[in-house]
């Protein structure tokens, strides 16, 4: 029997999923580039995302060569970078985020910080600072048994991607290392909002469903209450990302970013109202 289980009770991640599954409604998951426009601004908009409706918050650690992200995204990692982010950093900011909040915080990462920073230690201040699970884009499935072996043992869960193109041996290694959820890629290539949603969402969601009963969140791609209207009907959660960081990048410098950022999360979580077209 492998040493992976959490040496906690359940997160915040799976207490909120659970929550969901009793009201019988779809969570909605929200993205932000820790530090864009800057740290000290970080806790504001995670606050704003939170008030619109936002159940779970992915706070991305800017890297210098991420491959799963568009360009807005790489643009926000960029103008982070410049202001000092760093992984230690937007731990600070997980801190400080925590005194106010109790919203699940999902830390979205590459794999080089993380091996700078180190397995354990990341384990520990990450749990200390208050999240409650990590997502490394670019680890290897098949290579994850140490990751995940020392972030159990801090009580956080280990969120996996599968992609259109995941074979079914991978997408059972998915979720055999996966808890709290999967994420689920829309589509092949790197984030960023289209104009549609993929037609590779319903055979991805009907794969994974084949080998697991964790909630299954699809992401990339989704930017408009349709989209929310159309994913919601086939998965547990909807996430947006490049939509809150474009109007993030658009009005840094606005006194009212947070009210704009409120809005858009109300206003896309309405989707969830809608017929899907």
């Known amino acids: 029997m492998p040493n992976w289980m959490p040496a906690k009770g359940p997160t915040r991640i799976g207490r909120l999923f659970d929550r969901l599954r009793r009201e019988q409604r779809k969570g909605f998951i ?18 704003a995302l939170e008030r619109g409706g936002v159940d779970l918050i992915e706070l991305g650690v800017p890297f210098s060569d991420p491959i799963a992200d568009g360009p807005v995204i790489q643009r926000a990692a960029e103008r982070a970078l410049r202001g000092g982010a760093s992984l230690r950093k937007v731990l600070e900011a997980a801190s400080e985020i925590r005194r106010g909040s109790e919203v699940p915080l999902l830390l979205f990462t590459y794999l080089n910080p993380v091996m700078r920073y180190g397995f354990e230690a990341l384990a520990r201040d990450a749990a200390a600072a208050g999240i409650d699970g990590v997502l490394l884009t670019d680890v290897s499935v098949e290579e994850a048994g140490a990751y995940v072996e020392r972030m159990r043992w801090q009580g956080l869960d280990t969120v996996f991607l599968a992609a259109p193109t995941s074979t079914e041996r991978r997408l059972r290694l998915i979720a055999k290392y996966s808890t709290g959820f999967v994420y689920l890629v829309s589509r092949t290539g790197v984030t960023g909002e289209r104009d549609t949603v993929a037609g590779s969402v319903a055979p991805l969601v009907a794969a994974v469903r084949r080998v697991t009963d964790l909630p299954l969140a699809v992401g990339f791609g989704i930017s408009k209450p349709e989209h929310v209207a159309a994913v919601g009907e086939l998965a547990d959660a909807v996430v947006v990302g490049s939509a809150f960081v474009r109007l993030i990048e658009r009005n840094a410098g606005n006194a009212a970013l947070e009210i704009q950022l409120e809005s858009l999360a109300r206003e896309l979580k309405h989707g969830f109202e809608m017929r899907p077209a």
């Open 30 to 47: 929200g993205y932000l580039t820790a530090g864009d426009p800057s740290l000290d601004q970080t806790p504001g908009l995670v606050a």
